[in-house]
């Protein structure tokens, strides 16, 4: 069953919220999170178990042709390449910890996401997160950002900076070479 695939504190989040209708503020305290990052954990759990979740459908290998060539197009500031390959409503959220290390809480379309990435990225690598192709900073081999990319039909509609120590210890995260 695909709940049980999912890390505790997201299975918590999404059954209160959405079986049992618990208001993401009572939530918060439960899993030991902030209302907005039982929202966001809530909403991952809610993709995987529709089916939907971060590969959008999309072959795993060629997510990640997606994520390498976006990271590519970032580090060169190649903003036209950046904007082929976002979705025209794409979004990118960061969490509480993110913002506090100077990234947007929130941009929403395609040329308000490449521009926050435009000229940026460039010692991100890419990244299994969870088993998904993502990108990470790290810093001394220690994760401090990891990119969370939803990618349906070939283009990238969200990215989700998580730079939250306690929840970047509850992913799986593999750096891949090259």
Not at 29 to 42: C, K, T, Y
Not at 159 to 166: F, G, K, N, Q
Request: no cysteine; glycine share 8%; charged share 25%.
């Amino acid at each position: 069953m695909v709940l049980d695939t999912l890390p505790p504190t997201e299975r918590l989040a999404f059954v209160l919220h959405d079986m049992f209708d618990v208001p993401f503020d009572q939530i918060a305290p439960i899993i030991e999170r902030s209302p907005a990052a039982a929202r966001q954990l809530a909403s991952r759990a809610r993709r995987r178990v529709r089916g939907a979740d971060a590969t959008g459908g999309t072959d795993p290998g060629r997510q990640r042709e997606i994520v390498d060539a976006f990271l590519a197009a970032s580090r060169s500031g190649d903003f036209t390449a950046l904007l082929a390959m976002l979705a025209p409503d794409a979004v990118v959220r960061a969490d509480a910890v993110a913002v506090r290390m100077g990234a947007e809480r929130e941009a929403r379309g395609a040329e308000a996401v490449a521009g926050t990435f435009s000229g940026r990225a460039r010692v991100a690598r890419t990244a299994l997160i969870d088993g998904v192709p993502g990108a990470v900073f790290a810093v001394d081999g220690r994760p401090r950002v990891v990119f969370q990319f939803t990618i349906v039909e070939g283009r990238v509609t969200a990215i989700d900076l998580v730079a939250d120590p306690d929840r970047l210890r509850e992913l799986d995260l593999t750096i891949l070479d090259g």
